[in-house]
């Protein structure tokens, strides 16, 4: 029995090469139109002058965003308080349904009163 001749490897170099110069030129294309739209924008871009004074070089600040360091931050302190102020006080929660609600001691009073357990 005949073996047949297997046919010799052959990488198609010519059209690797095609390939390869057409992704870089579009490569290039796409870089030069890239730094051209990246200099229209700079252009375009007001430059901004921070205060020179004293109290410009305190102010915190984080990248181009004027942002208090959080241990500076006083917010949730401050909602903290203000729901603390709501539990240990009586308002409305509903007017229109006559909804209130009372300080959080009390509420917990009456409710271990009506469940019949002992303080």
Known sequence: MSHPI???D????????VVAIVSLAVFGVGVVWAVSIERNENQN???HQPETGPAAVRAPEVGIVYQWPFF???YAADKGE??????ES????????KVVH???DQAMERYVS???GAK
């Open 102 to 104: 009372i300080p959080i």
């Open 90 to 97: 009586y308002g409305w929660v509903d007017k229109d349904a």
């Open 10 to 17: 052959r990488i198609a170099s010519a059209k690797i090469i």
């Open 82 to 87: 203000a729901k603390k102020a709501m539990l």
């Open 72 to 74: 500076l931050s006083h």
């Open 45 to 47: 871009i007001g430059i």
């Open 114 to 116: 009506q469940a019949g």
């Open 6 to 8: 297997q046919e010799e």
